[in-house]
C-alpha cells in the first residue's frame, strides 16, 4: 500500500489532529475490509459485499473491537486512542449512538497513526485482530439467535 502513503516529515506527524488520523484510518480499514471478504467470499454480488462489508465498518462493532483490543496497545497507542476518542467531531452520523461513534473514531484514530508511521507489522496485526473480533461477535449472536 506504499502507494497511499503520504510521506509527512516526524515533526508533521506528531501535529497532526487525532481527525486527521481517523480520516485516513477510516480508508486504511475499509479497503482491509474490502480485500478481505473479497478473498474470503470471490463470488458474491456487489450487493452482498456491501452488507459484509457494512458489518465490519459500522460504529458500533468498530467501538466492540477497540474497546477488547486496548488492553493489548501500547502507551503510545493508548493515547492516540484517547486522543481519537476525545476528539470533537462537526458530525455525527444519524444512525450510531454518540458513544459508539467516539470509539469508532478511535480505532480508525489508531489505524491512521500506525499507517502514516509506517508501522506496517502492528498496522496488520491490530486490522486482523479487528477483523477477527468483530467475525467472532457477529458469529456468537448468529448462533445465540439460532438456539431459540
Do not use: H, W
Not at 497511499?4 to 508533521?12: C, I
Not at 481519537?84 to 489508531?110: F, M, Q, V
Request: charged share 30%; with cysteine; proline share 3%.
Amino acid at each position: 500500500m506504499d502507494i497511499l502513503k503520504t510521506y509527512l516529515k516526524e515533526s508533521e506527524e506528531r501535529l497532526l489532529s487525532p481527525l486527521v488520523y481517523a480520516y485516513i484510518g477510516d480508508a486504511v480499514y475499509e479497503l482491509f475490509v474490502r480485500n478481505k471478504i473479497i478473498t474470503e467470499n470471490p463470488n458474491l454480488t456487489p450487493y452482498l459485499y456491501y452488507l459484509r462489508t457494512t458489518m465490519y465498518v459500522k460504529a458500533s462493532s468498530q467501538a466492540i473491537a477497540i474497546k477488547k483490543l486496548y488492553e493489548e496497545l501500547d502507551e503510545d497507542e493508548k493515547r492516540i486512542v484517547k486522543r481519537g476518542r476525545n476528539a470533537k467531531p462537526k458530525t455525527i452520523p444519524r444512525n450510531a449512538r454518540l458513544s459508539d461513534y467516539k470509539y469508532a473514531t478511535a480505532l480508525e484514530t489508531l489505524i491512521g497513526y500506525l499507517y502514516l508511521e509506517n508501522n506496517i507489522e502492528r498496522l496488520n496485526y491490530i486490522l486482523s485482530q479487528t477483523y477477527d473480533i468483530i467475525t467472532e461477535e457477529y458469529t456468537n449472536a448468529k448462533n445465540s439467535c439460532q438456539q431459540y
